[in-house]
């Protein structure tokens, strides 16, 4: 899928695809079972490595399809979201990381496999299954790590969210990239503080049931709008003015 267009750009083509390509194996489909036990591992790992502060979190919905979109600035995040949600989630994850034994692993705690270079069918397809089956499915809106202000982002999210009609609940992860750790200078230092601020829930869609690129284009807007409200307001309660250093949607 292409990134979004910028704001002020919405309009112009966005690359989704038509129809979702079927899952033709039940074991194909990521597992709630798998789901759960990486849950159990991510609150061993996160509450153990780290000190997550969670504000939030009963916002979840605590049944049925929820979405949850997350901001993307370390390589943490996700697993800090995984382990520290109140429910299990299965992430797309892109196939870089599904590299020697972390990628049979991984498939068997729930993640999805997603090729970022192309409409990849069989990934849309389990993740549409997830939702389906009343799930939880973890994105990161903007594709890939970077400034974590969800100033751009791809149209995947709208398409899940309007395909599925599940409910969106943003995710602000803020701390994990304040500095450096000692002894792996990729990590946050041990016992350091994160924040994982979970929001509102709400509908990517305008309750009309359009499935149009323009209705994914308006959808793709609004989530913006809701998700920078959302990580300006975690911000506020943290105390925390990472990732603010440009305007969102410039």
């Known amino acids: 899928m292409r990134r979004h267009p910028r704001r002020g750009e919405a309009g112009r083509e966005v690359s989704v695809p038509s129809k979702a390509a079927p899952v033709s194996k039940a074991a194909e489909v990521p597992t709630q079972r798998g789901a759960e036990v990486g849950r159990r591992i991510g ?13 939030g979190a009963w916002k979840v919905p605590a049944t049925g399809p929820v979405i949850l ?5 370390h390589n943490i995040d996700g697993p800090m979201v995984i382990g520290v949600a109140p429910r299990a989630s299965h ?7 599904f590299i020697g034994p972390l990628g049979p692993a991984m498939h068997a705690l729930g993640q999805v496999k997603v090729d970022r270079s192309t409409a990849d069918r069989t990934a849309i397809a389990q993740a549409l299954a997830v939702l389906a089956n009343g799930g939880v499915l973890g994105i990161f809106p903007e594709g890939s790590r970077g400034e974590g ?3 751009s ?3 995947g999210l709208a398409y899940f969210a309007v395909r599925s009609g599940a409910q969106v609940v943003p995710v602000a992860v803020l701390g994990s990239t304040d500095r450096r750790g000692r002894l792996i200078k990729g990590l ?9 601020v979970f929001g509102d829930p709400f509908e990517a869609g305008d309750g009309t049931g359009r499935r149009t690129r323009a209705a994914l284009d308006e959808a793709t807007v609004r989530i913006q709008k809701q998700l920078t409200a959302h990580l300006e307001n975690a911000r506020r309660l943290t105390g925390r003015q990472e990732n603010a250093g440009r305007p969102a949607g410039r």
Do not use: I, Q
Not at 44 to 54: D, F, N, S
Not at 69 to 73: E, L, Q
């Open 43 to 55: 609150v061993g790992l996160m509450y153990g490595l780290w000190k997550p502060r969670v504000l």
């Open 69 to 73: 979109a997350v901001n993307h600035s």
């Open 91 to 97: 992430f797309l994850v892109k196939k870089e990381a």
């Open 149 to 151: 202000d969800f100033a």
């Open 153 to 155: 982002l791809r149209a």
């Open 188 to 196: 946050p230092p041990l016992r350091s503080r994160v924040d994982v």
